[in-house]
């Protein structure tokens, strides 16, 4: 792999710093250490992840160190593409079942060779946690030290405490949501439910697929949806009736959220007849890009009708050019590490939206972005005006410390602490949810320590505020109705 360390360079200790991430000038970091003693040890909230229900439904030993810890991190395997490896070799299986590595032990080699290209990243902060807190890991990986802690954490997962219901318990997660699609009968989630277990894994509404009508799937994705929900989807009042059976369903099963990929923030409503019309388009293989944006727009409007209705939470996160390698995806699908950033307008896109539900008691939102140009111009002044919307915590490509800080001092003089939404790790990779909340809960603690120093807060509120940030927040920003 280019940029590899000569071969034969010397094992290094894998050594965590009590005060990683908090401020370094002396009497502030005393300040952050007392905040974060309050929160480090409070549970997990996890309300934004794609973990697999199945994982915890069937509860089976994970296979082995790369199928935990490397092959599902999107993190993890775009950072070594960009250094030359290939998605192949690092076992991201192909869409076509063709060829790819399924020795682990190979996998795991390629990803300890490339542990320096991690340096200064998130992924090094999550991955180095997991390894030494989870795994009891005391070498840094390399090309020599590889094969030695490949055994050390197979040997671990082998091991009844190692399983991933015995981890959740360990992790202290009260709650884990993952991302489901709306046809999906959500059976792992019936078999968690009664198998006695005490876990707490609730759904998440993901429709994207069903809304983004210029998808090559997409008619094959609305039969199915019609198929599970015994609806006629052959128009549009059928497919708006399916979407809420689907959603009843979803709630019936815990759901609190429903969750939207969109590349743009629009929410511009479409008369009906024009949305019947697009609609019937599209089944015909007929419809236009201008008119699979509009309908796409028009069904943010809609799905944020249905909240208000049904009461669950409504996550949007646009801004984002998916799949930007065609080749990457035709061979491997999403997710897969080419998703890029790019400007969105909230001011004018959410504003249908918020007009006609933004002061709604029976609505809720919850806005990400990753272009932070807009959180002091745009989303902090939506989040400090509209009761409805809070402003998700930094997410994707800006998880990590520098941008969560960086986050703090744009939105907190405007709209405050209590109008975000607590932290979200939005990650495949169970094993670094707890290596996660902790960066975020340092980082969190070293900007409250910092107002206290500077006379703007009292230590005991900063305590209190940090508890808030970690847990009172996200319980209740996802609370069912009523709760």
């Known amino acids: 792999m280019p940029g590899s360390p ?48 199945s994982v915890l439904a069937h509860d089976e030993p994970f296979p082995d160190p790369a199928q935990l810890l490397v092959v599902p991190d999107h993190y993890v395997t775009r950072m070594l593409v960009s250094q030359g490896a290939r998605l192949e070799d690092l076992g991201v299986p192909r869409r076509d079942g063709g060829p790819v590595e399924r020795d682990g032990r190979t996998i795991w080699r390629l990803f300890c060779s490339g542990w320096h290209l991690f340096r200064g990243t998130p992924s090094r902060f999550w991955l180095e946690q997991e390894l030494h807190d989870v795994f009891g890991v005391r070498v840094q990986p390399s090309a020599e030290t590889a094969d030695a802690i490949y055994d050390q954490i197979l040997d671990c997962i082998g091991r009844p405490d190692f399983r991933p219901r015995a981890l959740f318990d360990s ?51 609305v039969e199915e949806l019609g198929a599970v929900a015994g609806r006629d989807v052959s128009g549009y009042a059928g497919f708006l009736d399916a979407l809420r059976q689907r959603r009843e369903h979803f709630v019936r099963l815990g759901a609190r959220a429903t969750d939207h990929g969109h590349l743009t923030a629009d929410t511009t409503p479409l008369e009906r007849v024009d949305a019947e019309r697009i609609y019937a388009a599209a089944l015909s293989g007929a ?150 909340h902790d960066v975020a809960r340092r980082v969190d603690s070293g900007f409250l320590a910092q107002l206290v120093a500077e006379g703007q807060l009292r230590i005991d509120e900063a305590i209190e505020t940090a508890v808030d940030l970690t847990v009172t927040i996200p319980r209740e920003a996802y609370a069912p109705r009523g709760a």
């Open 287 to 436: 419809v236009t890009p201008a008119e699979a944006e509009a309908f796409a727009a028009h069904m943010l409007f809609e799905m944020a009708r249905m909240s208000r209705d049904d009461g669950l939470v409504m996550q949007i996160h646009p801004g984002v050019l998916r799949n930007h390698d065609p080749a990457v995806h035709e061979r491997f699908g999403p997710d897969k590490g080419f998703d890029i950033p790019q400007p969105v307008d909230f001011v004018r896109g959410l504003r249908p939206m918020l007009t006609a539900f933004g002061t709604d008691p029976g609505f809720r939102c919850v806005v990400f972005t990753v272009d932070e140009t807009t959180y002091s111009r745009e989303l902090a002044p939506l989040a400090g005006a509209y009761p409805a919307m809070r402003l998700g915590v930094p997410w994707w490509f800006l998880d990590s410390p520098l941008a969560m800080r960086r986050f703090r001092e744009a939105v907190t003089e405007t709209a405050g602490f209590y109008n975000t939404a607590g932290f979200v790790d939005d990650t495949r990779a169970f094993a670094s949810i707890p290596a996660r």
């Open 6 to 53: 000569e071969p034969g360079s010397p094992s290094r200790p894998l050594e965590l710093d009590d005060d990683r991430i908090l401020p370094t000038e002396p009497t502030v970091r005393a300040i952050a250490r007392e905040i974060f003693a309050a929160v480090r040890d409070l549970p997990l909230i996890s309300m934004h992840g794609h973990v697999e229900a």
């Open 171 to 221: 992790f202290g997660l009260e709650i884990l949501a993952t991302t489901d699609a709306p046809a999906s009968a959500l059976d792992d989630h019936a078999l968690i439910a009664a198998s006695g277990w005490g876990g707490v894994v609730v759904p998440t509404f993901r429709p994207d697929a069903l809304v983004h009508l210029a998808r090559p799937t997409w008619k094959q994705d």
